[in-house]
Structures are given as C-alpha cells and as structure tokens.
C-alpha cells in the first residue's frame, strides 16, 4: 500500500501543478481578453473557469485519499512518526475550524464554535490532534445539508465516580483519573442508524455510507485513523446518533500538564523537564504510569508494543525508557538489546519492569535497572531519579 500510494503521488502532483498554472495563466491573460466577447462567449469563459475548480479540487481530494492510506500504511509497518510536545489546545482547535468556515458556508451551514481563551494545553501531536479535529468537522460539513454545526471544547477532570465540571456531553465513566480536553462537534444531518455505528471506526468500513444514497463516500479510514490517533494519546473517541436527528462526535485526550488545582498531586510540568518513553501494551499500566512520572515531574510519551517503542526511540530521543517483557510481537528483552546496539539509542538508561522481570537477563543485555510488577512508586521514582542523575 505504501509503495503504490507514493506512485500515485508522482502523476497527481503533475496534474496539480500544471492545472494550477493553467488556471493562474487563464484569470491573468485570457479572462480579461473574453470579458468583452459577447454572452456567448462570457458564458464560456466562466465554464472553464469552473471547470478548471473542479479539476484542483478534485486532485486535492486524490491526494488527501493517498495520504490516508500512507498512514495506515506507516502505523501499520511501525513507521509511523509522532511529533510529541506541548500544544496550544485552544490555538489547534480555532484554527482548524477557521480553516473549514469557507467550506461550510458554501453549502449554506453556520459553524458555532464555543473554545474557551484558557484552555490548558496538552502533551501531544499537535498535527495528528488537529488531523481528529479535520475529519470529524469534514464528515459534518459533508454530510449536513442545512442547518449549523457546533463545536465545543471543555477541561474536564475525572475523579472518583465522578467529573468536575459537568461535561459538555455523556463521558464515559470507565475512563482513569486524570484532566482531559474534552471537543464535541454537533452537526444537524440525517443521522446514523445503529447498525452503521458498529462499523463507523473500522477501517474501509465506510460507516457512513447509508445516511445519503448508501454508495460509498471517501475511503472510509478517516474516523479509523482519528481513532488511532486519539488511542495513542490514551484517549477515546465516540459518536452519539439516531436517525433523523443529526450526530454528535465526541473525543477526549488527556490533558497536559493539566489543570491547576484539580486534583491534589497534580503539577506543572514544565517542557524542560526529562522525558520518560513508557512502553506496554496494557492501557491501564500506561495510564497509572503516566500518572505516577508527571506528578513526580516528568514528561511521559507512550507505545504501546516493541516496533512502535523502537521507532518512537530513535526519532524522540527520550531521557530514559521504563519498558514491559511480555509484550505481543518483539518482546520487551528484544527491544533492549536492539536500542542498546543501536548507537543513537544505547545511552539512554533503561529500566525492565515486568511481572517478568529476570534481573540478570536485564543485566546482561545492558538495561540499567529491573523492576517487579507490582511496582511501589517510592523504588520507580527514586529508580528513575538516580539513573537520570546518573546520566547528567
């Protein structure tokens, strides 16, 4: 998939680009020269110009179908880039509708965004948080005829049964402790029939294909790699819908480094402040891991198996890695001797910790520190601390 989608890229960019020059050359020497001609000659010379918009438009949309599918490619070989650091959660989200008002208003539809001026930022990709924002908004201003979208945007704080404040919308009480964003976006459509919100998140599902004429619309992998997307930043994302009475797509990401005074325990951590690489598939270690390091005052990334730990490795350059054994694909053990080969990646310390965990065998492939599950936080800490300390 990826080395045919990188073909298809080379005869689009040249239908692009020439119909672009086309189009510049006509409005600058040809339109003014036919603005003279008779009717007949107007009318042509605006069917051109029409069609000349169609045709960029239509490239523009090959080449948005190409890039979806080069990165279900690249997450699927662990290729896949994350570009983490702090983002401005207000700044992604006004700029991202701004960047869809013109398309909305062309089909007649108000966009009513409520994003608050304080909202606290978040650790992430901020490319990728905006890329879930673009195809949720897109896929309402597709398939909405009338009426308006509305986006809404929240921090929010989970604590033991309950959320402070209320939520903009229904969250799921399943998820860990923490402060989220919440976003929220509304559209006035026909709806999703139950059967189709089975599918609606499935690569190539094409859930959506029966609110309209049920042909197929696009290629059905945006919401799939906004999903992706929202699950590597240990979020989740939603939809609530009925037929007839439009939808409302919901995600929410943790937040970074959180709201002050939302919980006790919580800090501000500052971007300066040593980078630790969390790798284990199960989500809820990632999650209490996650919440242990940034309140001892450490920024954390995750991966959730080897491929994607290697990779996240070598292209953030973490200050220290605390990694799993029992891991699907290249286990955990297998992962330490290929970072400590690898002479970008050898020095940084890394510590085991495993239900698994084999001291010697830690040892022997050169990670710095081994630790059981159950771990106690005061030994993870004071772990951590010493071998950073160590490596300063």
């Given amino acids: 998939m990826s080395t045919v989608s990188h073909e298809l890229r080379t005869p689009l960019t040249i239908v692009h680009g020439f119909a672009d020059r086309i189009q510049k050359s006509y409005q600058k020497h040809i339109m003014p020269t036919l603005s003279t001609q008779p009717q007949r000659g107007q009318r042509a010379m605006r069917r051109i110009a029409q069609n000349l918009d169609n045709m960029i438009s239509g490239v523009k949309r090959l080449d948005d179908l190409v890039e979806d599918v080069l990165i279900v490619a690249d997450i699927d070989a662990g290729r896949f880039v994350w570009h983490m650091g702090e983002v401005n959660t207000g700044l992604l989200l006004q700029s991202t509708i701004d960047a869809h008002r013109e398309d909305a208003e062309a089909k007649g539809l108000r966009i009513q965004a409520e994003v608050p001026d304080d909202l606290p930022p978040l650790y992430g990709d901020a490319e990728r948080l905006a890329l879930v924002v673009e195809n949720v908004l897109t896929n309402a201003i597709k398939f909405t005829d009338h009426g308006q979208i509305d986006i809404r945007a929240q921090a929010i704080y989970h604590q033991g049964e309950g959320w402070s404040p209320s939520p903009i919308v229904s969250v799921p009480d399943s998820l860990p402790e923490s402060a989220y964003l919440l976003v929220s976006i509304r559209d006035t459509g026909p709806g999703i029939s139950p059967e189709a919100q089975r599918t609606l998140f499935e690569r190539f599902g094409q859930g959506m294909r029966d609110v309209l004429t049920d042909k197929p619309v696009g290629t059905g ?3 799939a790699i906004s999903q992706e ?5 240990n979020g989740h994302i939603w939809v609530e819908s009925e037929p007839g009475h439009g939808s409302t797509f919901s995600f ?8 002050e005074g939302a919980s006790e325990g919580h800090v501000r951590v500052p971007d300066t402040a040593p980078s630790i ?7 809820s270690v990632r999650d209490l891991l996650h919440y242990i390091l ?3 005052g450490y920024r954390t990334m995750a991966a959730t198996d080897g491929l994607t730990a290697l990779n996240m490795a070598r292209a953030h350059k973490p200050d220290l890695i605390v990694l799993d054994i029992m891991m699907p694909g290249i286990n955990g053990l297998d992962v330490a001797s290929v970072l400590k080969a690898d002479r970008t990646t050898r020095e940084i310390p890394i510590v085991i910790l495993s239900a698994a965990a084999d001291s010697e065998k830690a040892a022997q492939l050169g990670a710095e520190a081994c630790l059981s599950k159950p771990v106690e936080e005061a030994a993870l800490t004071q772990t951590l601390a010493r071998l950073l300390k160590e490596r300063q």
């Fill in 277 to 283: 690489l969390v790798v284990d598939d199960q989500k």
């Fill in 294 to 296: 940034s309140n001892a």
């Fill in 252 to 259: 929410v990401v943790p937040l970074f480094p959180g709201p």
């Fill in 229 to 233: 997307i929202v699950t590597h930043h």
């Fill in 221 to 223: 992998l945006g919401l």
